[in-house]
């Protein structure tokens, strides 16, 4: 969009000024050599910074800083190091300690295990990609009248032949003929969830297994699942990032904190305080360049060398097209969907808790369909007890995501919920204990998900006043 490439300059020429200005600053301090713990971890801080300007939130990101999907009123939330607190202080900030870990380091994945079976966990109970594709066939495989698994591309180290992973998807609906197809005129509206595109977030690919068991278990038993499962087709991308997951998961029982895939082109060594890959969530090719972004690559916000240059991005891309029609003609930013159109996507991160709708990359510009976003996010924050907004107004612009995207090139109905603790249950962080699964977040997200699937026959003719 031409409004945006100058955003795009200015953003990418004030992350190289202040990198260049800062020889302290996280990226600087990445590719520095930096002595680690012998058990090859490193230390892990997390700091409450407090701001005063809504720009606070982009000089912290400009500078290089992972800051994490967290806000309390106007506090933010940078995940570093011990040596993080002085380079806050000298940007200005009065940061405070609140977590300290010991976190092993990231690293390159081994070659994926074959055949670990859907009982394949680790910190706990957390599903690996194995267990999590071993699910897919074994759901499709129970109920073939109701489940068909997908694999729609291939992940960045598979693409580059040094293993990696298919991406896969499973479709869930009571079987009809023209169902599950790759076809974009569906005789039923589709409801997409998405999970793990940033792979830290582990809650995230819980909520889908736990949505997919419960659509494809209570069909027949439950009256609101029944109805849904006859009227609609679900689409559930479990894992979107599985190189990501892969080094997530070999931390066993203290996960490695990789948020990116594993795309490692732009040099392969980010010492101890950076991270190789692109974040997938940063990449889309919509707003690509603006707010909330790093041309740093081992920064944890780094947008890659290209708008939509990740196969991770290109393949979901496409499989979108594949499902949804391309109903928004317009290109400006404010141009609506009409309100006719079907269809509603949803990708789940953590722990903000938030509903999120677009444009995230800008909040100071609205949507044409931004009224009826707003009731759908507002309602999904209701049931959740999230805040609700665009990213920019209630957490910090981020550009060139997925909900971005879908919303930019289809028109198709899109929001991002940050799933979080919100009611002080000792659940927060990318990696809670994993009995908050059970007793905590899926039963805050199921009525969240029924709900959200049950408008997407309709979801622009959603208004606050019948809600």
């Not at 947008?303 to 496409?318: F, I, K, Q």
């Not at 709900?451 to 003719?461: E, M, W």
């Amino acid at each position: 969009m031409p409004r945006k490439s100058l955003v795009t300059t200015a953003a990418a020429a004030m992350v190289l000024a202040l990198t260049a200005l800062s020889p302290m600053s996280p990226s600087a301090l990445a590719r520095a050599p930096q002595k680690t713990h012998a058990s090859g971890e490193r230390t892990v801080v997390v700091y409450r910074v407090p701001t005063h300007d809504r720009r606070d939130a982009q000089k912290l990101i400009s500078a290089g800083y992972d800051l994490i999907e967290r806000r309390q009123g106007d506090d933010l939330f940078v995940m570093g190091d011990p040596s993080t607190a002085s380079g806050l202080r000298r940007l200005g900030f009065s940061p405070t300690a609140v977590e300290t870990m010991r976190k092993p380091l990231a690293h390159q994945p081994r070659a994926a295990r074959a055949g670990g079976g859907v009982d394949d966990t680790y910190d706990g109970g957390y599903h690996t990609v194995d267990a999590h594709y071993a699910h897919l066939d074994q759901v499709a495989a129970q109920h073939p009248d109701m489940a068909k698994v997908v694999t729609y591309g291939k992940s960045w180290l598979k693409q580059d032949g040094r293993g990696g992973r298919d991406l896969k998807a499973i479709c869930i609906t009571k079987m009809k003929q023209g169902d599950c197809q790759l076809n974009p005129q569906a005789p039923k509206p589709r409801f997409f969830l998405m999970s793990q595109i940033h792979a830290r977030e582990l809650t995230t690919g819980e909520v889908s297994w736990r949505w997919i068991d419960t659509l494809t278990n209570d069909y027949g038993k439950d009256p609101d699942v029944t109805a849904l499962m006859d009227s609609t087709e679900m689409w559930v991308v479990p894992i979107t990032n599985p190189d990501g997951v892969d080094i997530v998961a070999q931390g066993g029982d203290n996960p490695i904190l990789q948020r990116k895939n594993a795309d490692d082109s732009k040099g392969g060594s980010c010492g101890v305080n950076g991270q190789v890959g692109v974040d997938l969530n940063r990449n889309a090719g919509t707003h690509w360049g603006g707010e909330g972004t790093s041309t740093e690559p081992c920064s944890e916000i780094y947008l890659g060398p290209a708008a939509d240059s990740e196969p991770e991005n290109t393949a979901l891309e496409g499989l979108f097209r594949q499902l949804y029609p391309a109903v928004r003609t317009g290109t400006g930013d404010s141009d609506p969907a009409p309100d006719t159109a079907k269809g509603l996507m949803i990708s789940l991160h953590s722990d903000a808790s938030m509903v999120l709708l677009p444009w995230e990359a800008d909040h100071t510009i609205h949507t044409g369909n931004d009224a009826a976003l707003r009731a759908l996010a507002g309602r999904l924050g209701s049931l959740t007890g999230y805040q609700s907004g665009q990213a920019g107004e209630i957490l910090y612009d981020a550009s060139g995501g997925t909900d971005d995207w879908t919303y930019d090139k289809l028109g198709l109905a899109s929001l991002t919920i940050e799933i979080g603790d919100s009611d002080g249950r000792n659940c927060s962080g990318f990696t809670p204990a994993f009995s908050c699964q059970d007793s905590y977040f899926w039963p805050k997200m199921k009525p969240a998900l029924l709900y959200a699937a049950k408008q997407a026959a309709a979801p622009y003719r959603t208004t606050a006043k019948n809600h």
